[in-house]
């Protein structure tokens, strides 16, 4: 292998400014100065429409793969890839260019990879290039023709690169003729650099019918190679120790962060995130239950830059702007009908936080001033606000705040599977319904409100309510006149097959609220919506002082917004709820193996939300103790295999985007499984 260890696995991909700017031969001369250098170089072109690059490259550069893996899709016509494919009724597979693209990497210090044309031109129907560039990771060099309208193609393209995020690392120019360099071929390279505050490679000279030797020859002094090879500044040691001497992390103890090298995530494209070391791993936890469509879906994306371009910011107190406004119009139109009202905030817990001040105040308002409690679940949780603290029924995260929340009810909700004997499901958990109705008999008129997690209370660890539980709060909330908060953070938008959990049961609650998916995973946006019934609560003259005093300084920020416009459109144009219905079934079958596992206790699934809980003993139900950090140990070691999950405690969530694909919820499986195999019968 190569001579640095650093650029084992590393990749380039040569694109250019337009067709026939002499893509191959700066390829073929990059991959013959890397030899030069000691290193083991390979090349893939992924789609080729007419020509001999591939065939070329392998020739020239001693390649010893099969040449369907160095170019796994070739068109006899040199035409626009997705036009040239589709005329030979060849359907290009993505995953399969990945698959092969993976396979390529590992085995050589340096792969290159070639483009087909320029940034946009398209693979298939909505995927270009750069989408492709994006989902590799690769590092960037840009070849450009020298000569006229050089100076536009280049910074449009260089301007392309730097906003899809990719690390560019220069401008190769090449000399496509035998004529003397004029004016415009000297001077467009250093206008380039400087408009573009690109580096500029070099200039290859004109290099047809010339044999290896002789390309190395005229391109040794020519090319900056070293400006290639040059790794990034912000290397993974570099970040690793100012992440160790700066940073302070959610829900982490530190004294053991701090003892590891961290992963540190540098791109993601579709379901995979991929580290400062080039190293891909599957998302199987949705960047914590947020991701929707994909990483880099090319309508967010655009969209939001669409809006930076237009307004960044601007307060909703006093004004107003176009995307709170269409958004608001958006979620109307697609939660629990009967919701009316949209009031933005930040994340989660805000959104928690000011559905129980708003059901609080409400009662105020209409002075009903004896209703100021608040019900909510055991084993729920809600945010870490000290508001949704306050009704969050998990101590492990909450009991040391306990001096500083206010007293709630909680009411007992039971985890089916750990039913005391004689106790039967679903019978067990509808227990809790008849203890809130004797108790609202009672304490109704001192009841504002009771807050929920619908169908899946997530942190406590994924825990499935039977069917009808939800409905039967409902309609005790509704009997008793008592505000049903349905807090959908985590089960909104897809996750539990519908878009949103209180749709299984056709519940419309006074108050929902909303969070995590709605803008699909790109930004911090939340949403609390409620009924006429409750806003006309509000309504009142000034001098009353009634109005609802809450806000925060990014209340409706258009750029959030924009992302959750654009995630709401994906979701009609993609059909995004439908398609997901046959994974979800997938999953469902691929987790019966779970069983088969001597410490697996119990699956628990709802749509793309699940749990697998681990166990010392199946017939006991003995959790792990907290001291083993069994969850972590399987965790880090399908982080080992490829895969991101988190746990809770010793239950393990899968929860990948909804978009993943059949193939890749099998590979979500498989390591989760092998993970858990490893992890917990090597102490048998």
């Known amino acids: 292998m190569g001579t640095s260890a650093t650029l084992k696995q590393r990749s380039i991909f040569v694109t250019g400014t337009d067709t026939g700017v002499g893509k191959t031969l700066a390829a073929l001369a990059l991959g013959l100065l890397f030899q030069k250098r000691g290193y083991d170089v390979g090349y893939m072109k992924p789609v080729q429409c007419g020509g001999n690059d591939s065939e070329l490259l392998k020739m020239h550069l001693d390649l010893k793969e099969d040449i369907r893996k160095i170019n796994p899709y070739f068109a006899r016509e040199p035409l626009s890839p997705n036009v040239a494919f589709a005329r030979q009724k060849i359907k290009v597979n993505l995953k399969k260019i990945m698959d092969t693209f993976e396979s390529l990497r590992k085995r050589h210090d340096i792969l290159i990879v070639e483009g087909a044309g320029g940034l946009l031109v398209p693979i298939q129907k909505n995927y270009c290039v750069i989408d492709l560039m994006k989902e590799m990771g690769s590092d960037v060099v840009v070849v450009a023709r020298l000569g006229l309208g050089t100076i536009n193609h280049c910074l449009l393209t260089v301007r392309q690169i730097k906003e899809a995020g990719l690390n560019l690392k220069g401008v190769l120019f090449t000399q496509t003729g035998p004529e003397p360099l004029g004016i415009a071929e000297q001077t467009n390279p250093d206008i380039?650099?400087?408009?573009?505050?690109v580096p500029?490679?070099?200039k290859i000279p004109y290099l047809k019918n010339m044999s290896p030797p002789e390309i190395i020859n005229q391109c040794r002094d020519a090319v900056n190679i070293d400006a290639v090879l040059r790794p990034l500044r912000n290397s993974t040691k570099r970040l690793a120790k100012e992440d160790h001497q700066y940073l302070w992390h959610p829900f982490t103890q530190m004294?053991?962060?701090?003892?590891?090298?961290?992963?540190?995530?540098?791109?993601?494209?579709?379901?995979?995130?991929?580290?400062?070391?080039?190293?891909?791993?599957?998302d199987g936890v949705s960047s914590l239950w947020v991701n929707v469509h994909g990483h880099g879906h090319p309508v967010i994306d655009r969209e939001i830059k669409d809006q930076i371009n237009r307004l960044s910011h601007s307060t909703m107190l006093g004004l107003s702007n176009a995307p709170a406004i269409h958004l608001a119009r958006e979620l109307i139109s697609v939660v629990p009908k009967g919701l009316t009202k949209v009031f933005y905030s930040d994340n989660g817990s805000t959104s928690v936080e000011i559905a129980i001040k708003m059901a609080y105040q409400y009662w105020q308002n209409m002075g009903n001033t004896d209703k100021t409690g608040i019900v909510h679940l055991a084993n729920s949780y809600h945010g870490d606000t000290l508001g949704s603290v306050s009704v969050g029924g998990i101590d492990l995260f909450h009991k040391v705040y306990g001096g500083l929340t206010f007293k709630t009810i909680q009411l007992d909700f039971p985890d089916c599977y750990r039913a005391p004997k004689g106790k039967q499901y679903p019978d067990f958990a509808f227990e809790s319904v008849d203890k809130l109705e004797v108790f609202l008999k009672k304490k109704s008129r001192f009841i504002a409100a009771m807050v929920i997690e619908p169908i899946v209370q997530g942190a406590a660890g994924m825990i499935v309510w039977?069917?009808?539980?939800?409905?039967?709060?409902?309609?005790?909330?509704?009997?008793?006149?008592?505000?049903?908060?349905?807090?959908?953070?985590?089960?909104?938008?897809?996750?539990?097959?519908?878009?949103?959990?209180?749709?299984?049961?056709?519940?419309?609650?006074?108050?929902?609220?909303?969070?995590?998916?709605?803008?699909?995973?790109?930004?911090?946006?939340?949403?609390?919506?409620?009924?006429?019934?409750?806003?006309?609560?509000?309504?009142?003259?000034?001098e009353s002082q009634k109005t609802f005093f809450h806000g925060h300084t990014y209340t409706g920020n258009p750029i959030a917004c924009a992302a959750a416009l654009a995630n709401?459109?994906?979701?009609?144009?993609?059909q995004t709820l439908k398609k997901l219905q046959s994974k979800i079934k997938h999953l469902c079958e691929r987790l019966r193996m779970f069983y088969n596992l001597a410490h697996v206790g119990d699956v628990r699934q709802r749509g793309f939300m699940v749990g697998i809980e681990l166990v010392t003993d199946k017939k006991s139900k003995t959790p792990y103790p907290w001291a083993q950090k069994i969850g972590i140990q399987v965790c880090q070691l399908a982080r080992k295999r490829g895969v991101i999950l988190r746990p809770l405690g010793h239950v393990i969530v899968l929860m990948p985007p909804l978009s993943i694909s059949k193939d890749e919820l099998d590979e979500l499986c498989n390591v989760t499984y092998e993970a858990i195999q490893q992890t917990t019968e090597k102490r048998m």
């Open 466 to 542: 039977p069917p009808g539980i939800l409905k039967k709060f409902a309609q005790l909330c509704r009997k008793y006149d008592v505000l049903l908060i349905a807090d959908e953070v985590a089960t909104g938008f897809g996750r539990t097959g519908k878009m949103f959990a209180c749709d299984h049961e056709g519940v419309t609650p006074d108050i929902l609220c909303v969070a995590k998916g709605l803008t699909a995973g790109y930004l911090p946006l939340a949403a609390t919506l409620t009924n006429e019934r409750i806003f006309k609560g509000f309504l009142f003259d000034y």
């Open 568 to 574: 709401l459109r994906i979701f009609k144009k993609e």
């Open 192 to 197: 380039v650099r400087i408009l573009g505050d």
């Open 255 to 282: 004294r053991d962060w701090i003892k590891e090298e961290p992963l540190i995530i540098e791109h993601a494209q579709g379901s995979y995130l991929t580290d400062t070391n080039g190293n891909r791993y599957l």
């Open 200 to 202: 500029i490679l070099g």
